[in-house]
């Protein structure tokens, strides 16, 4: 590739990303540049990486991103109950995955924070116990919603 197209790729890759951002905001997104092609991949969740191609508009970034999700959801086990019918929500620090009812369990006994069992560490605010309800059912909508 020369130096013109590359930078239109680079350009093109910077107005992608906050886009890719906002449709998978719950997940933690970072970007490195391949040494070897020198193309960004983008790393969710640090297990999931994908290569933007120059070729590539948001829609196929997209389809394959959800594609790898899809297959890495696959063989994934909560990490706290070990089953394996799931619906995985991730430590923003240890990225150790959980099922929403574990999360949930646990958002309920820590009155709004969410302390994750591997690294201890916690997200989340105290909240009254009249608002934990309304909130469990705001996770549950807002997880439903987000389904690809
Ligand atoms: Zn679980
Ligand atoms: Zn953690």
Redesign the pocket.
């Given at each position: 590739m020369d130096d013109e197209s590359y930078k239109h790729y680079m350009r093109r890759c910077q107005i992608m990303l906050p886009l890719i951002e906002n449709q998978f905001s719950k997940h933690i997104i970072k970007l490195s540049k391949n040494p070897e092609s020198l193309f960004l991949e983008i790393i969710l969740d640090d297990f999931i990486m994908v290569d933007i191609l120059p070729g590539d508009d948001f829609n196929v970034l997209k389809n394959k991103i959800i594609k790898q999700i899809k297959a890495k959801m696959k063989d994934l086990v909560?990490?706290?109950?070990?089953?394996s019918d799931?619906l995985p929500m991730s430590c923003p620090k240890c990225f150790q995955l959980?099922?929403?009812?574990?999360?949930i369990s646990r958002f309920r006994s820590g009155q709004g924070i969410v302390m994750c069992p591997n690294c201890k560490h916690c997200v989340g605010q105290k909240m009254k116990h009249e608002n934990i309800q309304m909130c469990v059912e705001e996770i549950m909508t807002s997880f439903i919603e987000n389904e690809y």
């Open positions: 909560c990490n706290v109950c070990d089953e799931i959980w099922c929403i009812d574990c999360y």
